[in-house]
């Protein structure tokens, strides 16, 4: 089973440059997310989708885009990417809970370790 | 003042003791809590979900204390492959959002 796939895992980008980071479920999850992961700081939400076609801003939003096109991907782009932006990156899924209830598990990709210099 | 908070620790502990953690949380309307295990350079994965009554699984408890906010997680006999960073997660029902700890960081020492 191939869950949740992040690419790639490794990338670094110059001031300015802009990418996309690939993330796709083969779980018909109605959820995804995308996540940043500093020292010291723990996963912070950048951004998210409830389904195709709805997104929603999480923490920190600055910077980057998502789109959701298809249940199965949710690609998150750096516009113009900066330092600041040097994190590692995980995206994840799951399943909508019984009546709306954030209650199911989350499973992440394997994570993308962008750095900006 | 964070919305989830727990002590970094590290936590360094021999092979078979008992060592628990706890996580404090600010927003009251939580309602789903859970407890994420990540070993260094890897993905989160779901060690446990959190119920009201206190949950078990096999050397691992869980515990939630609505009145103070605060979720627990004790290991027992730990192992050396229990040496990683437990992250705490809460969620607010119709936010779709998990909010996550900066972790804990534990080492079992042989």
């Known amino acids: 089973n191939a869950g949740v796939t992040q690419t790639p895992k490794f990338q670094v980008l110059k001031t300015g440059q802009s990418m996309t980071l690939q993330c796709a479920q083969d779980?018909?999850?109605?959820?995804m997310s995308w996540y940043r992961q500093d020292p010291g700081m723990g996963l912070r939400l950048i951004h998210y989708?409830?389904?195709?076609?709805?997104?929603d801003q999480g923490e920190v939003p600055n910077g980057y885009n998502v789109s959701r096109s298809t249940t199965e991907d949710f690609p998150l782009r750096l516009l113009s990417a900066a330092p600041s932006q040097t994190s590692v990156y995980f995206c994840?899924?799951?399943?909508?809970?019984?009546?709306?209830?954030?209650?199911?598990?989350?499973?992440f990709g394997q994570g993308t370790r962008l750095t900006v210099v | 003042r964070k919305e989830v908070e727990q002590d970094p620790g590290p936590f360094n502990v021999p092979e078979g003791a008992t060592v628990a953690f706890n996580c404090t949380y600010s927003?009251?309307?939580?309602?789903?809590f859970f407890w994420y295990r990540q070993d260094c350079r890897k993905e989160p994965k779901l060690l446990m979900s959190v119920y009201s009554s206190g949950n078990e699984d096999g050397r691992f408890t869980a515990q939630l204390n609505r009145a103070s906010q605060y979720i627990s997680l004790l290991i027992r006999d730990s192992k050396l492959s229990d040496s990683a960073t437990y992250l705490c997660v809460v969620a607010t029902s119709g936010t779709y959002k998990y909010i996550f700890g900066t972790g804990t960081r534990l080492k079992v020492l042989a």
């Open positions: 989708s409830v389904g195709a076609g709805i997104t």
């Open positions: 927003n009251s309307a939580s309602q789903s």
């Open positions: 994840a899924s799951r399943v909508a809970g019984v009546w709306g209830a954030d209650n199911t598990e989350a499973f």
């Open positions: 779980m018909n999850h109605e959820y």
